[in-house]
């Protein structure tokens, strides 16, 4: 609608207006102004298109009016319509802006063309200042823009070769503002010379194929700095089509260069960086479902050679069917949640292997909230998963080996609590069978490889309920044989011991025992070494059994074996006790029934006159339980010496003939006493039978003592004590009108002498004991047999000191028993004669001077009357002090000296007579002959200087031999 604002205060000539304008415009609004006051209030109001004005009012005039108007509104288009100016008035108001002039009357009718014209050209001027405004706006923004851009303008006349360059141009090749010379030539002397070439093909291509050109290239700025600039430009064409300007812009682009190359160099680094971490980078794009993931994923994951594009769909179907529930679930926490998305899965991959993949990344929402796409890195944790794994199975086996530890130290406490074998060995398997979880147990206790004579314990679990009263027993075959006798630990899966050579016949019980399940077994060791069984354990409830089994059951056995150990001593030591008490008893009456019968008789006879029958009696008496009591000292003597290790032998050439015929002659009474008869066989002698026949035959024949068979290396003195013990101990237990044989025959490189008896037997259960010490078949007070049950104890010591063996075998109780030892024999072709006589026993001591020394008188008195009867020319002494003078008066051959006597024993008497020269008695041959019998005695008299030591009471023959033995080398000095 058109608004105009009528000033006129005749209201003929407002109607008048107003009628000729709607004429022309129907659509019309007509603000009139009719005083001061109404047109100041329309003013204000404003809100009109065009004013129309009277020159004349009675409150103004119109040229005042009009910059009243004209004040307020500059652009709006004032036409002055009055009957009352002049020409004057139109040109000056024409002058000062007015938009037209009309004169009222018959000019009525222009008026509504006039305001029609009036308002065209206004709408001309506004439409004119508008785009004036908009093309100011627009270069002034070109211009911002081309300045906040750094960007520079160039135009280059082709035909005349003028360059015109902007300021920003100028600037950004680094020259002072209006510097650049306007040429072609001064453009290519700011190019780095390396890109001209290229800004000539690039400008050349553009010119031929009427492109754009666009180029990139280096400038040099005066201060030798390089930059990077891209230019961009136009080519125009004459009318002929030839091109005669370009017009174009350029800006500089070397941060993105440099942006770029830090671009290439943080890819090289990301690229390094996940080849590194083994990580592969991924986007999911939402909407489409693609998945694009880095380059290394063939490589670094093994997802194939197309997994660089793939689908979301794919992704979640490579998910292990496991863990696919928790990887949707991690998926849907970051779309719906802040947005962080993190997961650990499995994943497989084309080959069918599975990997753990740990999954890391952002989600990306739109400006709704909405999801678009999520970011992240893959890395592959295999390794890391293993190495859990592992370590959490081997927590766990510490942990069951711990616990395991604790049931083996409680178990071990109640295995020593008990003193029975039996019980130890249930406790072993059960315990065994706990520890260690598994189904079948058994422990088997084979003292010295018996295992007929073995205990053999099971445990059982519920599950094999149907063999829980299993008791067949193993007979130490096969595999078992390999545990015991190899002494190590076995360890197999089932296969692996249905496999094994030694299995299937591993003796009777094969097939019989409970179905297995894979194997351990373990040995039992005793403190010695020796092997006492082993323990085994089958099917274990959780799969096979393995090192920290093994190691544990080791450490059991090796308490089971010490509690067995330990219960066998208990039971020894009590043995051992009870052997004390019976042996300190049977000491006490062997001793005593001797010396009733010597005190008995000596009373008698020192009282008392008997017939000198009766006199013989009672000394032969005497002197048999003398010999007795003596024997039974030196065994006791002996015993110790061997329990202590001091026993010692004087070895030389010694034929058993001679040994075995004086060990006949000397128990050849108390055979006949009892009516037993001796029987001899000497094998191989080279007599014309082989046969039994009677002792005499053989007895002193030359040929007999000297054959060379029969040497064997020894102490002449210890093996007649062996040969003589047997047949004591033979004769001793055979009833009257019995038979004692008397074997010795050579068997390969050995010497071997039997005695067999008719006698009372051996059982069975003792046999294993005959040759222990302190053991006697019957100890009770009401035994038939007298003697402390020593001498088989000394026979064993004696023949195994000679490096032979000795053992014993008897069909049953008073079926006989046979005495079996050997020895190992010595390649001599000859023996002296002289040596011969000295093993027989025979001494000569005609021509030796023997001083005798001893304190006791009737022990000095026997002696010189047993040396003397041999030959030997004697002088007593009573004491050290009287010895000394004895030796610088006689100088005799041999010494032999009491080592206990008053003022200074015999010790001191040795040290001082070494003293002497040779020519005074220095090196005279000495033997102590003393009560003193230990083996330390012994040592601290040959120390002294004493060459041979007997113990008292001595045999007449053993110190007759003793001095013949010296007499060579006491002759030689």
Same mark, same amino acid.
């Given at each position: 609608?058109?608004?105009?604002?009528?000033?006129?205060?005749?209201?003929?000539?407002?109607?008048?207006?107003?009628?000729?304008?709607?004429?022309?415009?129907?659509?019309?609004?007509?603000?009139?102004?009719?005083?001061?006051?109404?047109?100041?209030?329309?003013?204000?109001?404003?809100?009109?298109?065009?004013?129309?004005?009277?020159?004349?009012?009675?409150?103004?005039?119109?040229?005042?009016?009009?910059?009243?108007?004209?004040?307020?509104?500059?652009?709006?288009?004032?036409?002055?319509?009055?009957?009352?100016?002049?020409?004057?008035?139109?040109?000056?108001?024409?002058?000062?802006?007015?938009?037209?002039?009309?004169?009222?009357?018959?000019?009525?009718?222009?008026?509504?063309?006039?305001?029609?014209?009036?308002?065209?050209?206004?709408?001309?001027?506004?439409?004119?200042?508008?785009?004036?405004?908009?093309?100011?706006?627009?270069?002034?923004?070109?211009?911002?823009?081309?300045?906040?851009?750094?960007?520079?303008?160039?135009?280059?006349?082709?035909?005349?070769?003028?360059?015109?360059?902007?300021?920003?141009?100028?600037?950004?090749?680094?020259?002072?503002?209006?510097?650049?010379?306007?040429?072609?030539?001064?453009?290519?002397?700011?190019?780095?010379?390396?890109?001209?070439?290229?800004?000539?093909?690039?400008?050349?291509?553009?010119?031929?194929?009427?492109?754009?050109?666009?180029?990139?290239?280096?400038?040099?700025?005066?201060?030798?700095?390089?930059?990077?600039?891209?230019?961009?430009?136009?080519?125009?064409?004459?009318?002929?089509?030839?091109?005669?300007?370009?017009?174009?812009?350029?800006?500089?682009?070397?941060?993105?260069?440099?942006?770029?190359?830090?671009?290439?160099?943080?890819?090289?680094?990301?690229?390094?960086?996940?080849?590194?971490?083994?990580?592969?980078?991924?986007?999911?794009?939402?909407?489409?479902?693609?998945?694009?993931?880095?380059?290394?994923?063939?490589?670094?994951?093994?997802?194939?050679?197309?997994?660089?594009?793939?689908?979301?769909?794919?992704?979640?179907?490579?998910?292990?069917?496991?863990?696919?529930?928790?990887?949707?679930?991690?998926?849907?926490?970051?779309?719906?949640?802040?947005?962080?998305?993190?997961?650990?899965?499995?994943?497989?991959?084309?080959?069918?292997?599975?990997?753990?993949?740990?999954?890391?990344?952002?989600?990306?929402?739109?400006?709704?909230?909405?999801?678009?796409?999520?970011?992240?890195?893959?890395?592959?944790?295999?390794?890391?998963?293993?190495?859990?794994?592992?370590?959490?199975?081997?927590?766990?086996?510490?942990?069951?080996?711990?616990?395991?530890?604790?049931?083996?130290?409680?178990?071990?406490?109640?295995?020593?609590?008990?003193?029975?074998?039996?019980?130890?060995? @249930?406790? #072993?398997?059960?315990?065994?069978? $706990?520890? =260690? &979880? %598994? !189904?079948? *147990?058994?422990?088997?206790?084979?003292? /010295? +490889?018996?295992?007929?004579?073995?205990?053999?314990?099971?445990?059982?679990?519920?599950?094999?309920?149907?063999?829980?009263?299993?008791?067949?027993?193993?007979?130490?075959?096969?595999?078992?044989?390999?545990?015991?006798?190899? @002494?190590? #630990?076995?360890?197999?899966?089932? $296969?692996? =011991? &249905? %496999? !094994?050579? *030694?299995?299937?016949?591993?003796?009777? /019980? +094969?097939?019989?025992?409970?179905?297995?399940?894979?194997?351990?077994?373990?040995?039992?060791?005793?403190?010695?070494?020796?092997?006492?069984?082993?323990?085994?354990?089958?099917?274990?409830?959780?799969?096979?059994?393995?090192?920290?089994?093994?190691?544990?059951?080791?450490?059991?056995?090796?308490?089971?074996?010490? *509690?067995?150990?330990?219960?066998?001593?208990?039971?020894?030591?009590?043995?051992?006790?009870?052997?004390?008490?019976?042996?300190?008893?049977?000491?006490?009456?062997?001793?005593?029934?001797?010396?009733?019968?010597?005190?008995?008789?000596?009373?008698?006879?020192?009282?008392?006159?008997?017939?000198?029958?009766?006199?013989?009696?009672?000394?032969?008496?005497?002197?048999?339980?003398?010999?007795?009591?003596?024997?039974?000292?030196?065994?006791?003597?002996?015993?110790?010496?061997?329990?202590?290790?001091?026993?010692?032998?004087?070895?030389?050439?010694?034929?058993?003939?001679?040994?075995?015929?004086?060990?006949?002659?000397?128990?050849?009474?108390?055979?006949?006493?009892?009516?037993?008869?001796?029987?001899?066989?000497?094998?191989?002698?080279?007599?014309?039978?082989?046969?039994?026949?009677?002792?005499?035959?053989?007895?002193?024949?030359?040929?007999?003592?000297?054959?060379?068979?029969?040497?064997?290396?020894?102490?002449?003195?210890?093996?007649?004590?062996?040969?003589?013990?047997?047949?004591?101990?033979?004769?001793?237990?055979?009833?009257?009108?019995?038979?004692?044989?008397?074997?010795?025959?050579?068997?390969?490189?050995?010497?071997?002498?039997?005695?067999?008896?008719?006698?009372?037997?051996?059982?069975?259960?003792?046999?294993?004991?005959?040759?222990?010490?302190?053991?006697?078949?019957?100890?009770?007070?009401?035994?038939?047999?007298?003697?402390?049950?020593?001498?088989?104890?000394?026979?064993?010591?004696?023949?195994?000191?000679?490096?032979?063996?000795?053992?014993?075998?008897?069909?049953?109780?008073?079926?006989?028993?046979?005495?079996?030892?050997?020895?190992?024999?010595?390649?001599?072709?000859?023996?002296?004669?002289?040596?011969?006589?000295?093993?027989?026993?025979?001494?000569?001591?005609?021509?030796?001077?023997?001083?005798?020394?001893?304190?006791?008188?009737?022990?000095?008195?026997?002696?010189?009357?047993?040396?003397?009867?041999?030959?030997?020319?004697?002088?007593?002494?009573?004491?050290?002090?009287?010895?000394?003078?004895?030796?610088?008066?006689?100088?005799?051959?041999?010494?032999?000296?009491?080592?206990?006597?008053?003022?200074?024993?015999?010790?001191?008497?040795?040290?001082?007579?070494?003293?002497?020269?040779?020519?005074?008695?220095?090196?005279?041959?000495?033997?102590?002959?003393?009560?003193?019998?230990?083996?330390?005695?012994?040592?601290?008299?040959?120390?002294?200087?004493?060459?041979?030591?007997?113990?008292?009471?001595?045999?007449?023959?053993?110190?007759?031999?003793?001095?013949?033995?010296?007499?060579?080398?006491?002759?030689?000095?």
């Amino acid at each position: 609608m058109l608004c105009i604002l009528l000033i006129d205060d005749n209201p003929n000539d407002r109607l008048t207006i107003d009628r000729e304008l709607r004429k022309s415009f129907p659509d019309l609004e007509i603000k009139s102004a009719i005083d001061a006051r109404t047109l100041e209030q329309i003013l204000a109001a404003g809100g009109f298109d065009l004013v129309i004005t009277e020159y004349q009012v009675r409150w103004s005039d119109g040229l005042t009016i009009f910059k009243q108007v004209q004040s307020r509104y500059p652009n709006c288009p004032v036409i002055m319509c009055t009957d009352s100016g002049s020409e004057q008035v139109a040109v000056e108001a024409m002058k000062a802006g007015l938009s037209d002039y009309v004169f009222k009357g018959w000019h009525f009718q222009r008026l509504a063309g006039t305001v029609a014209e009036t308002l065209e050209k206004q709408q001309l001027r506004d439409n004119g200042a508008k785009t004036s405004a908009q093309l100011a706006l627009s270069s002034e923004r070109l211009r911002l823009a081309i300045e906040s851009s750094k960007m520079g303008t160039w135009d280059w006349n082709i035909l005349t070769g003028e360059v015109v360059l902007s300021e920003g141009h100028e600037q950004l090749f680094g020259l002072e503002k209006g510097s650049f010379a306007g040429t072609y030539a001064a453009f290519s002397a700011c190019v780095h010379p390396d890109d001209l070439d290229s800004i000539s093909q690039a400008l050349a291509f553009a010119l031929e194929n009427k492109r754009e050109y666009q180029h990139e290239y280096r400038v040099i700025w005066p201060d030798g700095s390089w930059h990077w600039i891209a230019g961009r430009g136009k080519f125009f064409d004459d009318g002929s089509g030839k091109s005669v300007r370009s017009i174009g812009v350029v800006w500089d682009i070397t941060d993105r260069k440099l942006s770029s190359a830090r671009i290439h160099e943080s890819e090289e680094n990301l690229r390094f960086a996940l080849e590194a971490a083994n990580t592969v980078a991924f986007t999911w794009d939402i909407a489409s479902g693609e998945v694009r993931r880095s380059y290394n994923a063939e490589t670094h994951i093994g997802l194939g050679p197309d997994s660089a594009v793939g689908t979301f769909e794919q992704k979640k179907n490579a998910v292990h069917p496991d863990d696919c529930d928790s990887f949707l679930a991690d998926v849907e926490a970051a779309l719906s949640g802040p947005g962080v998305y993190e997961s650990e899965h499995r994943h497989v991959i084309p080959d069918g292997s599975v990997i753990w993949l740990h999954e890391k990344g952002r989600v990306v929402f739109d400006s709704s909230g909405k999801p678009v796409r999520l970011f992240g890195a893959a890395i592959d944790i295999t390794a890391r998963k293993q190495l859990e794994y592992e370590r959490l199975q081997a927590l766990g086996r510490q942990r069951s080996y711990v616990v395991r530890l604790q049931k083996l130290t409680s178990a071990s406490v109640a295995i020593n609590s008990t003193l029975s074998v039996e019980e130890i060995l @249930q406790l #072993a398997a059960d315990s065994a069978r $706990s520890i =260690l &979880e %598994a !189904h079948q *147990a058994a422990v088997n206790l084979t003292p /010295a +490889a018996n295992w007929d004579a073995g205990i053999n314990k099971f445990s059982l679990s519920e599950k094999y309920t149907q063999w829980q009263n299993y008791s067949q027993e193993p007979d130490g075959t096969g595999i078992y044989r390999e545990v015991c006798q190899q @002494q190590r #630990a076995m360890r197999m899966t089932q $296969s692996e =011991l &249905e %496999a !094994h050579s *030694a299995w299937r016949g591993f003796g009777k /019980a +094969a097939g019989k025992h409970p179905p297995m399940r894979g194997w351990l077994a373990v040995p039992l060791t005793a403190r010695d070494g020796k092997n006492l069984g082993l323990i085994q354990l089958s099917d274990k409830y959780d799969g096979e059994f393995g090192e920290d089994d093994e190691s544990i059951l080791m450490q059991w056995a090796q308490a089971v074996s010490a *509690a067995i150990d330990n219960a066998r001593l208990y039971q020894e030591s009590q043995q051992a006790n009870r052997m004390k008490d019976e042996f300190l008893a049977t000491l006490s009456h062997e001793l005593r029934s001797p010396l009733n019968a010597i005190l008995g008789w000596a009373q008698l006879l020192r009282n008392r006159s008997f017939t000198p029958a009766v006199t013989e009696r009672a000394l032969s008496t005497i002197e048999r339980n003398a010999k007795l009591q003596t024997q039974l000292i030196e065994d006791l003597l002996d015993i110790s010496r061997i329990i202590r290790g001091k026993l010692t032998l004087n070895p030389c050439p010694v034929n058993l003939i001679s040994m075995v015929e004086g060990a006949v002659n000397t128990v050849g009474l108390a055979a006949d006493a009892k009516s037993i008869e001796l029987q001899l066989a000497i094998v191989d002698l080279g007599l014309d039978t082989a046969e039994f026949c009677d002792t005499r035959e053989v007895s002193g024949n030359l040929e007999s003592q000297l054959n060379p068979r029969f040497l064997v290396s020894g102490d002449p003195g210890r093996l007649q004590q062996v040969i003589w013990n047997l047949l004591a101990n033979a004769i001793k237990f055979t009833p009257r009108a019995g038979r004692v044989s008397i074997r010795l025959q050579r068997v390969d490189s050995e010497v071997e002498l039997t005695v067999t008896d008719t006698g009372i037997g051996i059982a069975a259960n003792f046999l294993p004991y005959v040759f222990e010490s302190f053991r006697q078949a019957d100890a009770t007070i009401t035994r038939n047999h007298s003697g402390l049950g020593l001498g088989l104890s000394i026979v064993r010591q004696l023949v195994e000191l000679h490096g032979g063996r000795v053992w014993a075998s008897s069909p049953g109780l008073d079926m006989g028993s046979t005495f079996t030892f050997r020895l190992p024999s010595i390649d001599v072709n000859s023996i002296a004669r002289q040596e011969a006589q000295l093993l027989a026993g025979g001494g000569n001591l005609r021509g030796v001077k023997v001083l005798l020394v001893d304190d006791e008188v009737d022990s000095r008195e026997f002696m010189m009357f047993l040396l003397a009867d041999a030959g030997a020319a004697v002088r007593a002494a009573s004491s050290a002090a009287e010895a000394l003078e004895a030796v610088s008066a006689l100088v005799p051959d041999v010494l032999v000296s009491d080592i206990g006597m008053p003022e200074e024993d015999g010790y001191s008497l040795m040290r001082k007579l070494r003293c002497l020269a040779a020519e005074s008695g220095g090196k005279l041959r000495a033997i102590a002959l003393t009560a003193y019998a230990r083996d330390e005695d012994r040592d601290r008299a040959l120390k002294a200087g004493f060459d041979r030591h007997l113990a008292k009471p001595v045999q007449p023959d053993v110190l007759v031999e003793a001095i013949v033995s010296l007499k060579p080398q006491a002759l030689t000095i």
